[in-house]
């Protein structure tokens, strides 16, 4: 059984909260799940204390049995020290598109004349 630690959304519409739960990753997003070990509320402002609520103690000891955190949870756990960043590195997505290179071109045949 492949487990993950995600986010099941909770709330109405556009006032999301969000329980942070160990499910099977083959479970509905906000389907059964196995425990809950905390919440997170993306409308209270990032520094208030009760913005991301996480039982450490459940997390580490599901870290250990071998679940996974979804891409937000995995930030959530960095943050907190029981896991290491990941590093993201698309040198790609920097490059500017199509027409962004033919207008820079633009720019600078005019400043050449």
Known sequence: MA??????????????????VIADSRSPRDGRF???????NPLLPSDHADRIKLDLETAKTWLAKGAVGS????????KAGLV???VHNNPQKAQPKKKAQERA???AKAAEA
């Open 3 to 20: 487990l993950r630690i995600r986010l099941a959304r909770g709330g109405t519409k556009k006032r999301p909260h969000y329980n942070i």
């Open 34 to 40: 196995i425990q809950k070990i905390g919440f997170y």
């Open 71 to 78: 891409d937000r949870v995995h930030k959530m756990l960095a």
């Open 84 to 86: 290491k960043a990941r």
């Open 105 to 107: 071109a633009a720019a």
